[in-house]
């Protein structure tokens, strides 16, 4: 029998979760002995392979991160959505409250580290900024929630451990983690 594929994707987040996943320490050879880890943020891919389970970390802020959402979902059994920003949208929906030009000028030419003289903001060079930052599930069907800023290592474990036992996982109030 083969083993479950897996597919992680970074999105619009700061990599926490998948630093939570590292930390499961040593069980993570455990683990590699029962899934095959296909794509991760890491990892140079063109496209998803076709996958057991797919993990988002981040929220959706850009047209290019809807569609690696909508690819993974097209691609995987199974879809979860790993910490906050996946999850509620997390810190990145705090621009939710400006105009995105607005955003674009505080990014690009009114931080204290830009260096742009002439102003320029960028073009069709970077994807385009949705009107607000969103959870994954507002547009793609999420099967598994880890919530947690960032999810334990713990949590992630059992999420793991429950998918390769047959059920899909639903995260005990106890494990969840916000701080």
Request: hydrophobic share 45%; aromatic share 8%.
């Given at each position: 029998?083969?083993?479950?594929?897996?597919?992680?994707?970074?999105?619009?987040?700061?990599?926490?979760?998948?630093?939570?996943?590292?930390?499961?320490?040593?069980?993570?050879?455990?683990?590699?002995?029962?899934?095959?880890?296909?794509?991760?943020?890491?990892?140079?891919?063109?496209?998803?392979?076709?996958?057991?389970?797919?993990?988002?970390?981040?929220?959706?802020?850009?047209?290019?991160?809807?569609?690696?959402?909508?690819?993974?979902?097209?691609?995987?059994?199974?879809?979860?959505?790993?910490?906050?920003?996946?999850?509620?949208?997390?810190?990145?929906?705090?621009?939710?409250?400006?105009?995105?030009?607005?955003?674009?000028?505080?990014?690009?030419i009114n931080t204290v580290s830009t260096v742009n003289p002439?102003?320029?903001?960028?073009?069709?060079?970077?994807?385009?900024?949705?009107?607000?930052?969103?959870?994954?599930?507002?547009?793609?069907?999420?099967?598994?929630?880890?919530?947690g800023c960032p999810p334990d290592a713990d949590t992630i474990?059992?999420?793991?451990?429950?998918?390769?036992?047959?059920?899909?996982?639903?995260?005990?109030?106890?494990?969840?983690?916000?701080?």
């Open positions: 029998m083969s083993k479950p594929k897996v597919a992680t994707v970074w999105l619009e987040a700061c990599a926490g979760c998948h630093m939570s996943f590292l930390d499961i320490d040593e069980r993570i050879i455990n683990l590699l002995d029962l899934v095959e880890i296909t794509a991760t943020p890491i990892t140079d891919f063109k496209e998803f392979p076709e996958v057991t389970v797919g993990v988002i970390e981040g929220a959706l802020g850009n047209e290019e991160e809807v569609h690696l959402a909508k690819e993974m979902r097209k691609k995987c059994k199974i879809l979860i959505a790993w910490g906050d920003c996946a999850v509620f949208g997390g810190i990145n929906c705090m621009r939710n409250f400006a105009k995105v030009e607005d955003v674009l000028k505080e990014g690009y002439k102003g320029i903001l960028p073009g069709e060079d970077i994807p385009k900024l949705l009107p607000h930052a969103i959870p994954v599930d507002y547009e793609v069907k999420v099967d598994v929630y880890v919530p474990y059992y999420v793991f451990e429950e998918i390769l036992q047959g059920r899909i996982p639903k995260v005990p109030v106890d494990m969840m983690r916000y701080d």
